[in-house]
């Protein structure tokens, strides 16, 4: 068991040991946090038994399926596979309830600076435009983050760089997540599909 304190509110609870990431809801405040994964290696004879090898091409084809289902999830479930994937990348991720969080999907922590990132999912064809990044460029400023990330299936409007530049945000595109999901363990991959 972990005991854990909420961030937000400050009252514990206890959390019972897990591998991978995992979403965690405050029963007092709704608080969502995503805590980062135990790393385990597997061992030689477990490598030697094929459990830790995949072939490029099928990480290729299921990391393209799994962006194919991303972009059908509801924005919640979109917002938690990102959590997950930043906590891979080794963020503090903090999900704050939705009522707190106008412009921004989650926190983002990593050597005491704090990011702020949007998650979107869109149908095929519907890019980001200018407008939905100066939601989160007011949320930075409200919040008083220099960085931001925005994280999205498909793609942005071409004025959406220079001004992400120009605010200290990170645009993350359908391409880009495809690169990211390639580096997830192939279960991980799987366990999206299902």
């Keep these: 068991m972990r005991q854990l304190r909420c961030r937000n509110c400050g009252v514990e609870f206890e959390l019972p040991d897990f591998h991978g990431p995992k979403l965690v809801t405050c029963s007092n405040c709704t608080w969502q946090e995503v805590f980062p994964p135990r790393r385990h290696l ?4 477990g490598r030697q038994a094929g459990k830790a090898y995949e072939t490029h091409e099928e990480k290729m084809a299921l990391a393209a399926k799994a962006m194919r289902k991303l972009s059908e999830l509801p924005r919640e479930e979109f917002r938690a596979f990102c959590g997950n994937v930043f906590a ?4 503090e ?3 704050p309830p939705a009522k707190h969080a106008a412009g921004y999907d989650m926190v983002l922590g990593f050597n005491d600076q704090a990011t ?5 999912s869109l ?3 519907r890019m980001i435009e200018v407008a939905e990044l100066e939601a989160l460029i007011a949320a930075m400023q409200d919040q008083q983050v220099e960085r931001g990330v925005f994280a999205t299936t498909n793609s942005y409007a071409a004025n959406c760089a220079a001004f992400a530049d120009s605010a200290g945000i ?3 595109d359908g391409q880009e997540l495809i690169k990211r999901l390639q580096r997830l ?3 991980d991959l799987k ?4």
């Design 123 to 125: 149908p095929k064809g």
């Design 185 to 187: 363990p192939i279960a």
């Design 116 to 120: 702020l990132a949007s998650c979107l």
């Design 191 to 194: 366990s999206i599909l299902d």
């Design 88 to 91: 891979q990348s080794g963020y």
């Design 170 to 172: 990170e645009l993350i």
């Design 42 to 45: 597997p061992s030689k004879a």
């Design 93 to 95: 991720v903090s999900i």
